[in-house]
């Protein structure tokens, strides 16, 4: 039964809203056409409009359901944001024109100010609520304020309501919500069996990230960008073409002693391959102790970033870099696609490339990913049988850690709408099975080290992949002891080559 607030008029509901809240008026108004009056201030926000749904929702379409009603846009002169906010208006024109509204029914301030809602933003508002309820009397001058000091606005104790109240947030109704989107796989006991199921979840992950991977595929072009004399190796530049215009840095790291020993090793980072040889890093590490070592920037990581990651701002505040690259990839939707399904696209070329290298080819190729980069290495050892083995270092093992998490401090896992719907990071665990796969330092949403016995626990149903496929002991969960991930690296790799003999 609705609830009924004698003080509140059904017939004379308004929205206001400044910024994202301008966005989200915009929006409300929309969908519920119990607002009768809408006054937007600088719509937008950083992720409201981009929706999030996989879809792509026209914004004329949308912003269109607001014809015939009243709808004011409030917009700073000092802000910068007119011609985009009137681009808005004019998708919108054409439905009032063909409602039969007057021009005046939407309509635009400009108003002294930058993107806020202060007082000069605030008088238009009123104004314009007043014009279309009948009370234009009232005008739009704000008397003097005198605001109200915090405790006095407090609806429980502490005015901290999640607690007082104990009442859900949206983190907790994302993380309730994502609990019931899929039962859990019950995997039979049978090969066969068990490879059908991988069969079905291959093919869910595959339509979710909107993986396109053509059966003829032509070698990357490749060009030589010379090459850097390490102290125990060299360093070939290279610059891979993953599909045309989309262009990889790289480098093929080969030890200067010797024959390197196998396997090579495909090395992934979010933070992209080594930028010098001053500094400790996990490849050259592997190069220094006779590994062959091939480090690629996969799209939006490395060179390839557009972001100066050494600037960021923590997640905790809003960062211009990070919202547009954000934005991006989260756009990627609109195309039927996601930043990881082109990421996952790059690794495998660069397993194209190796296969048809002469002085590579035939070499055992094994997946080595840091941070996000070993969801890109599962993913793209899910669809190619090709990597001997995926080791993944300080990578989260689950989307649900992230869900379920209060808080978090990992960048760029979430550009896959609806993924917990189809599976989650261990499903790829399953599709890697029987090859040898290792979570090496696995961290949380915090990317503070998740225990063995929590990883365990995420790792059950792949665990039993694995069982089943009479191959238990390829799925290691190894922690760092000496402080340093390389050498946990190195053991894992050697411990392949011996498992191969």
């Known amino acids: 039964m609705p609830l009924i607030i004698s003080e509140v008029d059904p017939e004379r509901i308004g929205v206001v809203g400044n910024s994202g809240g301008g966005i989200m008026a915009l929006l409300a108004t929309a969908v519920d056409s119990r607002i009768k009056v809408c006054a937007a201030a600088h719509p937008g926000g950083s992720m409201e409009e981009t929706y999030l749904t996989g879809r792509d929702l026209p914004k004329a379409d949308l912003l269109g359901l607001i014809a015939p009603r009243p709808c004011l846009f409030i917009v700073g002169r000092e802000s910068g944001e007119e011609s985009g906010h009137r681009r808005k208006m004019d998708w919108m024109r054409p439905y009032y024109r063909g409602l039969g509204a007057e021009d005046d029914r939407l309509q635009m301030v400009l108003v002294d100010g930058v993107h806020d809602m202060k007082q000069p933003k605030r008088e238009p508002a009123y104004g314009w609520l007043n014009r279309w309820f009948g009370k234009e009397v009232e005008g739009?001058?704000?008397?003097?304020?005198?605001?109200?000091?915090?405790?006095?606005?407090?609806?429980?104790?502490?005015?901290?309501?999640?607690?007082?109240?104990?009442?859900?947030?949206?983190?907790?109704?994302?993380?309730?919500?994502?609990?019931?989107?899929?039962?859990?796989?019950?995997?039979?006991?049978?090969?066969?069996?068990?490879?059908?199921?991988?069969?079905?979840?291959?093919?869910?992950?595959?339509?979710?990230?909107?993986?396109?991977?053509?059966?003829?595929?032509?070698?990357?072009?490749?060009?030589?960008?010379?090459?850097?004399?390490?102290?125990?190796?060299t360093a070939e530049r290279i610059e891979l073409e993953s599909e045309p215009g989309i262009r990889l840095p790289a480098l093929l790291l080969k030890p200067k002693q010797g024959n390197a020993r196998e396997p090579v090793v495909i090395h992934l980072s979010d933070e992209g391959k080594p930028a010098g040889t001053a500094q400790s890093s996990l490849p050259l590490d592997l190069v220094r102790s006779g590994r062959l070592v091939f480090s690629v920037d996969v799209r939006g990581a490395g060179e390839t970033d557009p972001r100066d990651r050494a600037k960021l701002s923590p997640l905790t505040r809003y960062d211009a870099q990070q919202f547009r690259f954000d934005s991006c990839a989260a756009s990627a939707t609109s195309l039927g696609t996601t930043l990881?399904?082109?990421?996952?696209?790059?690794?495998?070329?660069?397993?194209?490339?190796?296969?048809?290298?002469?002085?590579?080819?035939?070499?055992?190729?094994?997946?080595?990913?840091?941070?996000?980069?070993?969801?890109?290495?599962?993913?793209?050892?899910?669809?190619?049988?090709?990597?001997?083995?995926?080791?993944?270092?300080?990578?989260?093992?689950?989307?649900?850690?992230?869900?379920?998490?209060?808080?978090?401090?990992?960048?760029?896992?979430?550009?896959?709408?609806?993924?917990?719907?189809?599976?989650?990071?261990?499903?790829?665990?399953?599709?890697?099975?029987?090859?040898?796969?290792?979570?090496?330092?696995?961290?949380?949403?915090?990317?503070?080290?998740?225990?063995?016995?929590?990883?365990?626990?995420?790792?059950?149903?792949?665990?039993?992949?694995?069982?089943?496929?009479?191959?238990?002991?390829?799925?290691?969960?190894?922690?760092?002891?000496?402080?340093?991930?390389?050498?946990?690296?190195?053991?894992?790799?050697?411990?392949?080559?011996?498992?191969?003999?």
């Not at 665990?463 to 089943?468: I, K, L, M, P, T």
């Not at 190195?490 to 498992?499: A, G, I, R």
């Open 340 to 501: 990881l399904a082109m990421q996952t696209f790059d690794v495998i070329r660069a397993l194209d490339w190796i296969a048809a290298r002469d002085d590579l080819a035939g070499r055992p190729v094994v997946l080595v990913g840091e941070g996000l980069g070993g969801v890109w290495a599962l993913a793209a050892a899910a669809f190619d049988s090709r990597a001997a083995g995926v080791a993944c270092v300080r990578t989260v093992p689950s989307y649900r850690l992230i869900v379920d998490s209060q808080y978090y401090a990992c960048r760029d896992y979430f550009w896959v709408p609806r993924a917990l719907a189809s599976f989650d990071l261990p499903d790829l665990v399953s599709l890697v099975a029987p090859r040898p796969m290792a979570w090496i330092d696995p961290v949380d949403a915090m990317l503070e080290t998740l225990g063995p016995e929590r990883c365990e626990t995420l790792c059950g149903r792949p665990r039993d992949v694995y069982r089943g496929l009479g191959s238990p002991q390829k799925l290691q969960i190894m922690q760092t002891t000496d402080g340093t991930a390389s050498r946990t690296v190195e053991q894992w790799l050697s411990s392949l080559v011996e498992s191969g003999r």
């Open 140 to 233: 739009s001058q704000e008397p003097p304020l005198s605001p109200e000091t915090p405790e006095q606005l407090r609806c429980t104790t502490t005015g901290y309501t999640l607690r007082d109240l104990k009442s859900e947030s949206g983190q907790s109704l994302n993380a309730a919500w994502a609990e019931g989107l899929r039962r859990p796989r019950q995997i039979p006991e049978k090969p066969q069996a068990i490879d059908e199921v991988r069969a079905g979840i291959r093919e869910a992950v595959q339509t979710r990230i909107g993986l396109r991977l053509p059966e003829q595929r032509a070698i990357p072009s490749c060009v030589a960008r010379g090459s850097v004399d390490g102290d125990t190796f």
